[in-house]
C-alpha cells in the first residue's frame, strides 16, 4: 500500500479563495483524520470519520471549513472563504480500530 | 484537554548518546502513541502502546507506559545524527479512537 495520500502537496491561494484539500486513506481502514499543524498550536485534531460518517468536527475552527468522506476512499477538507490565518500544514490520517495511526505528507497551504 | 505533554521541549545530545523524552497525559487512555517528524515533513509512527502494556521495544527505540502515573517515556539509544527530529506523543481519549497529540520534544543529535 502507498500508504495515506493526500494532495496537493502545497497549495498558494488568495484570501477569499476557496481551498480543497484531498486525501485517500490507506485501503482497509476505518478511520480517517484530518490534522492541522501550524507553530502556534502545534498538532489539532479537526475532524474525524469513522465507516465515513463523521464521528467528531468539534476541533472544525469555524463555519467556513468542511469536510466530506464520500466514500471508504476518499475525503475532502474544505475551506471556503479562506483566510490568512488558515495558513498552515494539514494532515490526513487513517487508522483500523484502536491500531496505529499513519499520516500523509501534509499539505502546505499559504494564503495570501 | 487531554493532550499529552512532552517534557523536555528542546534536547541537544552527542551521537552515541542515549535520548529519553517523557509524556505526560491527563485521563485514561486505551492507547498511546509515538512519532517522529523531521523538519518539514509528516509524521512517521514509530510505535503504539496499549494500557495494558508496560514496555515495548523496536530497534533501538524502548517505550515505557505507567498508567498509574499517566506518563509514557521513549527512549532511543546509540543516538545517530539521522534521529535530529521532533518526537511527538499521541493519546486517545480513552472513549474513542481520534489521538491528540503534544507539543512535542525537539532532539537535536550532534555528530
Known amino acids: 500500500d502507498a500508504g495515506v495520500i493526500q494532495s496537493p502537496r502545497h497549495e498558494v491561494t488568495e484570501m477569499g479563495q476557496e481551498v480543497t484539500l484531498r486525501c485517500k486513506p490507506i485501503s482497509g481502514h476505518d478511520y480517517l483524520f484530518w490534522y492541522r499543524q501550524t507553530m502556534m498550536r502545534g498538532l489539532e485534531l479537526l475532524i474525524y470519520?469513522?465507516?465515513?460518517?463523521?464521528?467528531?468536527d468539534s476541533g472544525m475552527p469555524e463555519d467556513r471549513f468542511s469536510a466530506k468522506m464520500p466514500n471508504a476512499s476518499f475525503s475532502t477538507l474544505k475551506i471556503q472563504p479562506s483566510e490568512p490565518r488558515d495558513s498552515a500544514v494539514y494532515f490526513c490520517?487513517?487508522?483500523?480500530?484502536?491500531?496505529?495511526?499513519?499520516f500523509g505528507q501534509g499539505t502546505r497551504l499559504t494564503v495570501v | 484537554s487531554q493532550q499529552g505533554e512532552e517534557d523536555p521541549q528542546a534536547l541537544s545530545i552527542q551521537e552515541g548518546e542515549n535520548a529519553t523524552m517523557n509524556c505526560s497525559y491527563k485521563?485514561?487512555?486505551?492507547?498511546l502513541q509515538w512519532y517522529r517528524q523531521n523538519s518539514g515533513r509528516g509524521l512517521v509512527h514509530l510505535i503504539l502502546?496499549?494500557?495494558?502494556?508496560r514496555e515495548k521495544h523496536s530497534g533501538r527505540l524502548r517505550v515505557t507506559l505507567d498508567t498509574s502515573k499517566k506518563s509514557s517515556s521513549l527512549l532511543i539509544t546509540a543516538s545517530r545524527a539521522a534521529d535530529t527530529a521532533s518526537y511527538f506523543c499521541a493519546t486517545d481519549s480513552g472513549t474513542g479512537n481520534q489521538f491528540y497529540f503534544g507539543t512535542g520534544t525537539s532532539l537535536t543529535v550532534i555528530p
Open positions: 502502546i496499549r494500557s495494558n502494556e
Open positions: 490520517a487513517s487508522s483500523l480500530v484502536q491500531g496505529m495511526t499513519f
Open positions: 485521563t485514561s487512555i486505551n492507547n
Open positions: 470519520f469513522n465507516n465515513n460518517v463523521p464521528i467528531d
